[in-house]
């Protein structure tokens, strides 16, 4: 195979998340442009030349009912957060088409036992976690498990308050865990199978309601209003890291990809991901969550970041290089090392 037959595949993806990104990068790289959309979305996605064909469901979750025509237009799907969110994880390992990662990647991230172990073979510090509510050091946070955007997670300041709150819970699967204080960095990797590389795409942080918006009211001006802070994200903002500590950002990127290749066996995790931190006053990096694939926050950068700058001489976005990686597979005949 060579450069010419780029054009004979389509990537293709959901119509949400960042669709947007990924299929503006897919035809920047000469790709054909497929996205998948609910009903209420189509006029939306019509408004955007780079998008070839739009396939219509009623939701998401009947995604099964269009895979043989996906099949029929050659498509490489790129699966996004809505991929997790509305198919689930089980579905998602039921994706039959050409999809860009790895499967297994999911059960590790699904299951936050499983993921904590990962990271903490890869040498990365992750916040304490406890199994028994009498050894908790407070404050914390206590999560459900699955990418929820941050939905339904809460604070609790003491034991009475853990207590109180727990009550309204209505999910068995959770983890309580230390609260960082310190300032939240979501870093955008892609790794490659073909070159054998890691590079930092992006930096961004999540704009979250309404834990963000709680520093612009006074505490005087809280008090008495019973506000509770929630963690759902709206959008996201830029952000760079102190260049002395880029180089352990690197060095933690390239670890939770070596680890992965031993724990996951084979391939390992490839393509995009991220590592959520929240950094402290002593500049600890302390990851709070891993995502196995593109996340949201580098839309932020379409046209390119201070980092993928650095390495590129044209725009490359995340969304982008995705399409460039499968380029590249397709035309050293190497396509089996990034599809699934
Ligand atoms: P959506 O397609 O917007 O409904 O989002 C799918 C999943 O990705 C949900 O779990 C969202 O919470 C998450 N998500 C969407 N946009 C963002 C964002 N900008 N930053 C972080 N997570 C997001
Ligand atoms: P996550 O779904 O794990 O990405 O978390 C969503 C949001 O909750 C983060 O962006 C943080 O604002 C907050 N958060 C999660 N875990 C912690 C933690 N251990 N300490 C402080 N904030 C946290």
């Not at 442009?33 to 979305?41: A, G, H």
């Not at 999540?206 to 506000?227: A, F, K, M």
């Not at 995502?291 to 993928?308: D, F, H």
């Amino acid at each position: 195979m060579g450069k010419d037959d780029t054009a004979k595949y389509t990537i293709a993806t959901l119509g949400s998340h960042s669709a947007l990104q990924i299929l503006k990068g897919a035809k920047d790289e000469g790709f054909k442009t497929l996205i998948v959309s609910t009903i209420d979305r189509v006029d939306f996605y019509k408004r955007f030349k780079f998008i070839d064909k739009i396939l219509t469901v009623k939701s998401f979750s009947e995604y099964e009912k269009i895979e043989s025509q996906l099949k029929d237009e050659n498509v490489i799907l790129i699966p996004h957060g809505s991929f997790v969110a509305y198919l689930g994880a089980e579905n998602n390992k039921k994706i039959k088409v050409p999809y860009f990662g790895n499967k297994a990647v999911l059960d590790w991230e699904q299951d936050r036992v499983m993921q904590r172990n990962w990271l903490k073979k890869a040498g990365i510090n992750v916040p304490r976690q406890f199994d028994d509510i009498e050894d908790v050091t407070f404050p914390v946070i206590v999560k459900t498990y699955g990418a929820a955007g941050g939905k339904g997670y809460f604070y609790a300041r003491d034991k009475q308050d853990f207590k109180k709150k727990i009550k309204a819970f209505k999910t068995e699967q959770y983890v309580i865990q230390e609260y960082i204080i310190g300032v939240t960095l979501y870093v955008a990797y892609f790794y490659s199978p073909i070159t054998n590389e890691i590079e930092v795409m992006s930096m961004d942080r999540r704009y979250e309601t309404n834990v963000d918006s709680l520093g612009r009211i006074p505490l005087h001006g809280q008090q008495g209003l019973d506000i509770e802070p929630s963690y759902v994200v709206v959008g996201n903002q830029p952000l760079i890291i102190r260049e002395s500590l880029l180089p352990e950002v690197y060095a933690m990127g390239e670890r939770v990809v070596e680890t992965s290749k031993k724990l996951m066996g084979g391939k390992g995790l490839f393509g995009p991901f991220c590592l959520e931190m929240v950094i402290t006053p002593d500049q600890r990096m302390f990851v709070i969550e891993i995502s196995g694939r593109i996340v949201a926050g580098t839309s932020l950068y379409i046209g390119g970041s201070p980092y993928s700058d650095l390495m590129y001489d044209e725009p490359m976005s995340t969304g982008r290089r995705i399409a460039r990686e499968i380029k590249m597979a397709i035309e050293k005949n190497e396509l089996e090392k990034v599809l699934d």
